[in-house]
T-cell receptor, first 113, second 115 residues
Framework: GENVEQHPSTLSVQEGDSAVIKCTYSDSASNYFPWYKQELGKRPQLIIDIRSNVGEKKDQRIAVTLNKTAKHFSLHITETQPEDSAVYFCAARGGGGADGLTFGKGTHLIIQP | GAVVSQHPSWVICKSGTSVKIECRSLDFQATTMFWYRQFPKQSLMLMATSNEGSKATYEQGVEKDKFLINHASLTLSTLTVTSAHPEDSSFYIC???????????FGPGTRLTVT
């Protein structure tokens, strides 16, 4: 089955700086890679996603890059703000008809004022 | 749009009893619903995938006779935890997806505590 590794587990950055979270996946047939933001005790919120036929996608301060050859994808947040503090999860949907998501272990992003 | 609700938001039950959790898509037809479990400070683990009108597909290591899933309509899926034990205490979250779309939208979760 699919295996997703996520790093770092904790990331502390100064407000206004950029944050980068990286994930790798094992199933070369995986075709969809979403990123979720989860605040304590709340539901995961989809913040951006990318399909396997695209290398990069951007939405305002958030961007995701995908390297299919290396099987890794990254989340980039620029101009970080205090409200960006949360746990971020990457996920991958495997190939072969698999429909559910395999999640990384999460990154606790802390924005220092 | 794409709102998913869950009920109850939290439940406490005694060991050996059964608990039913409902997941509803409020403004779209959920051809596929997923059930995840999340232990404190851990990631989400997929338990099962259900398509409307079909039997659920369970992930390896998830007991289908313990975690009964029913997806009887395009807007409702239920998860019943049978003969619950303290180790079943967790945050159970459903998500829903509509046909032809990749995005999964999550419900608010149900915190189950088994005493």
């Amino acid at each position: 089955g699919e295996n997703v590794e996520q790093h770092p587990s904790t990331l502390s950055v100064q407000e206004g700086d950029s944050a980068v979270i990286k994930c790798t996946y094992s199933d070369s047939a995986s075709n969809y890679f979403p990123w979720y933001k989860q605040e304590l005790g709340k539901r995961p919120q989809l913040i951006i996603d990318i399909r396997s036929n695209v290398g990069e996608k951007k939405d305002q301060r958030i961007a995701v890059t995908l390297n299919k050859t290396a099987k890794h994808f990254s989340l980039h947040i620029t101009e970080t703000q205090p409200e960006d503090s949360a746990v971020y999860f990457c996920a991958a949907r495997g190939g072969g008809g698999a429909d559910g998501l395999t999640f990384g272990k999460g990154t606790h992003l802390i924005i220092q004022p | 749009g794409a709102v998913v609700s869950q009920h109850p938001s939290w439940v406490i039950c005694k060991s050996g009893t059964s608990v039913k959790i409902e997941c509803r898509s409020l403004d779209f037809q959920a051809t596929t619903m997923f059930w995840y479990r999340q232990f404190p400070k851990q990631s989400l683990m997929l338990m099962a995938t259900s398509n409307e009108g079909s039997k659920a597909t369970y992930e390896q290591g998830v007991e289908k006779d313990k975690f009964l899933i029913n997806h009887a309509s395009l807007t409702l899926s239920t998860l019943t935890v049978t003969s619950a034990h303290p180790e079943d205490s967790s945050f159970y979250i459903c998500s829903a997806r509509t046909s032809g779309r990749n995005e999964q939208y999550f419900g608010p979760g149900t915190r189950l505590t088994v005493t």
